[in-house]
């Protein structure tokens, strides 16, 4: 499969090059203190003594549990990179894609602007071993694309099987999620649809959709899927062994989780803080009662972003000592 010369010309591609002007130390130096701001800001909304009481009240094996789902769904993400590379006909070691995907993950979770800080940690990566900064930018929009494309498919999935009622303050001109979901099913299957049969990208706008074989496209689904699978598995792990689930189904949950993680992503609020909870509060609580969620979510907040930003922190600290060495 031959990369598209046209999804060259995006914004993206520009905005990457315009990388190459400044010294690597400053770049890192920059990542680092955007995720020094973002590690401060999930530590200062709540008191030590209330993260301390609230971890000493989930069992240990519920702990452990939400740790493998947590690396279970970094798991996933890396195939993102894996599959990325492939497509731009550049395939490198997947302890390398795996590598890039675990920090630019990790640190764009939780710094926010994941088009922009992601992309730019995979040119700090990518170029570095070889790639130019086009195909960089196709890896980078591969994976942006995926994530979408993922939650698009589970939420056109979940809401059309089991459509949870949205809340009247809402004020919408229908009762539950399911015609949203049958807007995402379309929607994916004429991706599909474009991409399997057209050879030449599809321009939207600037931006143009790659033309991706079917396999491709449909390893982008399952991919994505199995990562929101499981960071949504990280929360209801924490219910269940608490035993505040009330009954509620790993299936009813997964269609509030995407809901609400659908709402934090058009905030723009990095890691989507409180907007995520309050929306998922008010679709499951009740039956939950809402401090019990509160302090299953925050726990949530501590394994599922902060302690993979502290690892991504450490990850990208030692790649740069070790490339400091190597010059030396």
Excluded at 89 to 110: D, E, F, G, M, Q
Excluded at 113 to 124: F, H, T, V
């Amino acid at each position: 499969m031959r990369p598209d010369t046209d999804f060259l010309r995006t914004p993206l591609a520009k905005r990457l090059k315009q990388f190459s002007q400044f010294a690597p130390a400053l770049f890192s130096l920059g990542l680092f203190c955007l995720s020094a701001w973002a590690i401060h800001s999930e530590l200062s909304q709540y008191p030590p003594r209330a993260i301390l009481n609230n971890i000493r009240s989930i069992p240990v094996e519920a702990l452990g549990a939400a740790v493998a789902l947590t690396g279970l769904n970094f798991l996933f993400l890396t195939g993102n990179d894996t599959l990325a590379t492939r497509y731009v006909r550049h395939p490198l070691p997947y302890r390398k894609t795996a590598l890039v995907a675990v920090i630019s993950y990790a640190i764009s979770n939780s710094v926010g602007m994941a088009m922009l800080s992601g992309g730019a940690i995979r040119y700090r990566f990518y170029s570095a071993w070889g790639l130019s900064a086009g195909k960089v930018a196709q890896i980078a929009a591969f994976c942006g694309l995926s994530f979408w494309i993922g939650l698009f498919f589970l939420c056109g999935l979940v809401f059309t099987l089991d459509p949870l009622p949205l809340p009247g303050l809402l004020h919408l001109p229908f009762e539950t999620v399911r015609p949203i979901g049958l807007l995402f099913l379309a929607m994916i299957a004429a991706y599909l649809t474009i991409t399997g049969l057209n050879r030449h990208p599809v321009k939207i706008g600037r931006w143009s959709l790659p033309n991706l074989p079917l396999k491709l496209s449909l390893a982008q689904i399952l991919v994505t899927s199995g990562d929101w699978a499981a960071a949504a598995g990280v929360i209801y792990v924490l219910l269940w062994f608490t035993g505040v689930s009330s009954g509620l189904s790993y299936f009813a949950f997964f269609g509030a989780y995407l809901l609400a993680l659908l709402s934090s992503i058009i905030s723009n609020v990095p890691g989507g803080l409180g907007v995520f909870e309050t929306v998922l509060l008010l679709l499951i609580s009740p039956p939950i009662a809402a401090d019990s969620l509160l302090g299953v979510l925050l726990v949530y907040r501590i394994i599922y972003f902060f302690l993979p930003l502290i690892v991504g922190v450490l990850l990208l600290g030692v790649y740069e000592l070790q490339q400091r060495y190597r010059r030396s």
